[in-house]
């Protein structure tokens, strides 16, 4: 059961570099979004999906973009990257959304220098 | 603008009960989660509760009061591999959860 993979889990980006992190997961959840956590400050929504080709901004999209063409994968990428992209970035799934247990990737610790 | 306060450290002996606290204000309620998160890891479900009142799970309980805007994870037969960091997070409708801040908490022999 591998749950929500989320590749790679180590990243150092170089300022204005792109880059995708990848997110699968094989529960077949119609949901699935994206959170990057910051030391004191908790999880932050990014962005958001229902389902396939559904998406929507969470609390802090700019800088980052993702797309949903299957129900199983859900990448996200970072345009042009900034110091203030450091973070960790989390990915995670759930069968309907927010009253659902979530199920979280193992994490992508990005570095931007 | 939507919040949710929770204490940022609690410090408890092991065996003891623990209460973390969590408080919300946000444009609309679903229901409140509570996760465990542990140093370099990913955060792990615990509880949900959509209507006022106690979830009981094991060693772990939640509380809601959705009048008070207010709820709480209690851990009982607290054990050293319970030191962790604790996040309440709100569904707020339109599929968005929202988390706290966190609360890390140390469990001493």
């Known amino acids: 059961n591998a749950g929500v993979t989320q590749t790679p889990k180590f990243q150092v980006l170089k300022t204005g570099q792109s880059m995708t992190l990848q997110c699968a997961q094989d529960m077949n959840h119609e949901y699935m979004s994206w959170y990057r956590q910051d030391p004191g400050m908790g999880l932050r929504l990014i962005h958001y999906s229902v389902g396939a080709g559904i998406t929507d901004q969470g609390e802090v999209p700019n800088g980052y973009n993702v797309s949903r063409s299957t129900t199983e994968d859900f990448p996200l990428r970072l345009l042009s990257a900034a110091p203030s992209q450091t973070s960790v970035y989390f990915c995670?799934?759930?069968?309907?959304?927010?009253?659902?247990?979530?199920?979280f990737g193992q994490g992508t610790r990005l570095t931007v220098v | 603008g939507q919040s949710l306060e929770q204490p940022s450290e609690v410090t408890a002996v092991e065996g003891a009960i623990v209460q973390i606290n969590c408080t919300y204000q946000?444009?609309?309620?679903?229901?409140l989660s509570w996760y465990q998160q542990h140093d370099g890891g990913a955060p792990t479900f615990l509880s949900y509760?959509?209507?006022?009142g106690l979830e009981e799970t094991g060693r772990f309980s939640s509380f809601l009061s959705r009048s008070d805007s207010y709820g709480y994870l209690l851990l009982q037969e607290l054990q050293m591999k319970d030191s962790a960091s604790y996040f309440c997070a709100v569904s707020t409708g339109g599929f968005k959860t929202i988390f706290g801040a966190g609360t890390r908490l140390f469990v001493k022999a």
């Open positions: 946000t444009s609309g309620f679903y229901g």
């Open positions: 995670a799934s759930s069968p309907t959304g927010g009253n659902t247990e979530a199920f």
């Open positions: 509760n959509a209507l006022d």
